[in-house]
């Protein structure tokens, strides 16, 4: 096993919004679905900013604008500041900022944050690959994007104009379900071209880069729903995380998480900003927390005891993280999930 791989999610005595300044909160999947609030988000997030922690909202989505995104969470009963948003476009275009010349033009293949963003950074939006753009953009564009969008952008990629992604999530939740994301458009020019873009958006450096430059944030905690993008993003950036399975992950998936995946602190929803953390701890040759114990079998992970279901899953974690060492857990926890209630994607509650 590595030096420095996670094994457990870790306890905290201090409510979480009393040991962090800020925290760094996704959207799509934790603070609200479909365009409404998830359930607790609206109340938690006013508890936490009252005992002084500093709300920004983090999200790869590079559809809206900050603006638009703080006027719908202002909405949702959420008082937000455009300052308070820092999305991909803006990431994205301050890293194509750094390589292209003042003032160049750009081809845009997405939403109006992308433009506002490029705006910001003094360069010119094109809508056409002979618009002679110096280069191209491609973030999320909605259910709506026009199909031809995709053939602009890989007229230019293909003439060599370097291509930048905003991000590249396969996929968004939305109130109806899991639907298409940005990254699944990437690879449609990816496939078409052949070429590879430069991707600014969680996980990714940039994106950590523009939180940090924007907030300020000194003790900083991210919030998401994703592994593959929150998580593994605040794992590069060298920040605690918390979990929340409000969104895309379920307990199979956090079960199985590689060390890049695996989260400081697993919760059900952001009522956990709020509250300390349970230690796991070992016991026997396997973890307890709660009322429950965990160890890995020869092919399956076992439980046993009674309580919060969150805490079966979090000695879970620590049994599964434990025997996959710096790997992903191959060990079967479908029964194991199944007796918290947490099979077939089903959420952990308190």
């Given amino acids: 096993m590595s030096q420095g791989v996670r ?7 201090q ?3 009393e040991a962090y300044d800020t925290a760094l909160l996704d959207l799509d999947g934790v603070v ?9 988000a609206v109340d938690s997030l006013a508890a936490a900013r009252a005992g002084g922690m500093r709300l920004a909202y983090v999200t790869n989505n590079a559809l809206r604008t900050p603006d638009t995104v703080a006027e719908h969470l202002t909405e949702l009963g959420i008082p937000t500041g455009a300052d308070d948003v820092i999305t991909s476009a803006q990431a994205v275009a301050r890293l194509i900022s750094e390589q292209v010349p003042a003032g160049a033009r750009v081809l845009v293949i997405g939403g109006e944050g992308l433009r506002v963003a490029l705006r910001e950074r003094g360069l010119e939006p094109v809508e056409s690959a002979d618009d002679d753009p110096a280069a191209v953009v491609q973030g999320f564009g909605g259910p709506d994007l026009p199909w031809g969008r995709f053939a602009e952008a890989s007229y230019a990629v293909a003439r060599g104009v370097p291509w930048f992604a905003s991000n590249t999530d396969l996929t968004i939740p939305s109130g109806r379900g899991i639907a298409p994301g940005n990254g699944a458009a990437v690879e449609v020019v990816r496939i078409a071209t052949g070429a590879e873009p430069q991707v600014a958006g969680k996980p990714l450096p940039p994106m950590h880069r523009e939180t940090i430059l924007r907030t300020g944030a000194e003790r900083p905690l991210v919030v998401g729903d994703r592994l593959d993008t929150d998580i593994e993003g605040a794992f590069n950036g060298g920040v605690d995380s918390i979990l929340v399975l409000t969104g895309v992950t379920d307990g199979a998936q956090l079960l199985a998480a590689p060390p890049r995946h695996r989260p400081t602190y697993v919760d059900a929803d952001l009522r956990g900003l709020l509250t300390g953390q349970p230690e796991i701890t070992p016991e026997g040759d396997g973890f307890r927390c709660g009322g429950w114990t ?4 020869a092919d399956r992970l076992e439980l046993d005891g009674d309580g919060a279901p969150l805490d079966g899953l979090r000695a879970l974690c620590a049994a599964a993280w434990t025997a996959a060492g710096d790997g992903s857990c191959e060990l079967d926890g479908g029964k194991a999930l199944a007796r918290l209630g947490l099979e077939n994607g089903h959420r952990a509650g308190h």
């Fill in 7 to 13: 094994t457990r999610p870790e306890g905290s005595g």
């Fill in 15 to 17: 409510p979480l919004n």
């Fill in 32 to 40: 609200y679905a479909g365009g409404n609030a998830i359930a607790h």
């Fill in 294 to 297: 965990a160890a890995a079998g």
